[in-house]
């Protein structure tokens, strides 16, 4: 039986809401580490634009993460995302921007709540915070809040900043936090596939540090299997696939293959493993840390 797949990594928009905006998706705007990224623009993507590319690929679920960036209430976002629950054809999961750093935190907190989708927070914030090297006690007290409410923290973080994260993650042992995009790896030369898969090593000593294989080929857009297979395999030897989940970055990732491709790789990647590593990586370990089963039965 091929094993379902939970796709942790999407992003959904519209840029005709009236009250979301999305500043990457503006015709003028210029990635700073991706570049041109006009080839996926459109109006709008939606839960129905995603099933149509992923339906072939025995997706179960979707995890979508902000992309209303610029919005004057990151709330409208979860709002916008709950409503399209009603009939879609997959369930889709919110991790919703808050600004950790900010006495709104909390008041963000309330409202993403309202939503029975809501899981978790990522906040582009929090990379510039571990760089400082500083402790905020208002960031500090909106993680422990995370903590308490159950939440998980997708962490945007490059290799550099991973030893911080490690010290993060070891004082807030309780939240559950997730590496996104393997740690968005900007070059792929041998000395920066060292300090990245040391730090990498390091940074999964922390046990509630959960890697997302995702975005594996954004800065290698000309890469083939062969290419990114020693940074996959890298993430499940250092986490293991009960702390590895997969995510398509779609539809960022158009930029890179099909999504069918996509998919077929984590598939091939875990090939030689046991039917329950299988099962781990591709949908279990994604089940238990964005709560899908609660969010299925919020669906009914």
């Given at each position: 039986m091929t094993e379902k797949i939970i796709d942790t990594h999407v992003h959904f928009f519209d840029m005709k809401h009236p009250k979301l905006r999305y500043?990457?998706?503006?015709?003028?705007?210029?990635?700073?580490?991706?570049?041109?990224?006009?080839a996926m623009?459109?109006?709008?993507?939606?839960?129905?634009?995603?099933w149509a590319e992923a339906r072939f690929a025995d997706v179960e679920a979707f995890v979508h993460v902000q992309a209303a960036i610029g919005s004057a209430d990151p709330v409208d976002e979860t709002r916008w995302l709950t409503e399209m629950q009603d009939e879609g054809p997959a369930p889709v999961i919110i991790v919703a921007h808050a600004d950790l750093d900010t006495d709104r935190a909390s008041r963000q907190l309330d409202?993403?709540?309202?939503?029975?989708?809501?899981?978790?927070?990522?906040?582009?914030?929090?990379?510039?915070?571990?760089?400082?090297?500083?402790?905020?006690?208002?960031?500090?007290?909106?993680?422990?809040?995370?903590?308490?409410?159950?939440?998980?923290?997708?962490?945007?973080?490059?290799w550099q900043n991973m030893g911080a994260a490690r010290a993060l993650a070891e004082r807030h042992p309780e939240l559950q936090i997730v590496l996104e995009h393997i740690g968005f790896p900007r070059q792929r030369d041998d000395s920066y596939f060292g300090n990245w898969r040391?730090?990498?090593?390091?940074?999964?000593?922390?046990?509630?540090?959960?890697?997302?294989v995702s975005g594996i080929g954004m800065t290698d857009t000309r890469g083939v299997y062969a290419d990114y297979e020693p940074w996959i395999?890298?993430?499940?030897?250092?986490?293991?696939?009960?702390?590895?989940?997969?995510g398509s970055n779609w539809p960022l990732g158009r930029l890179v293959s099909s999504y069918d491709a996509v998919m077929l790789m984590y598939r091939r990647s875990v090939e030689t493993l046991s039917d329950s590593e299988q099962a781990a990586f591709l949908n279990g370990t994604a089940r238990r840390i964005y709560k899908l089963d609660a969010v299925v039965a919020a669906r009914v």
């Open positions: 500043d990457w998706l503006q015709p003028d705007f210029v990635h700073p580490e991706l570049g041109d990224i006009d623009k459109a109006q709008r993507f939606d839960l129905n634009s995603m409202g993403h709540a309202e939503s029975p989708f809501f899981v978790g927070v990522r906040d582009f914030a929090a990379e510039p915070y571990l760089a400082s090297g500083q402790i905020s006690g208002r960031f500090e007290s909106s993680l422990k809040e995370l903590t308490k409410r159950g939440l998980v923290l997708d962490l945007d973080c490059a040391a730090a990498i090593q390091d940074l999964s000593l922390a046990p509630n540090v959960t890697c997302k395999t890298t993430c499940l030897e250092a986490f293991g696939t009960d702390r590895c989940v997969v």
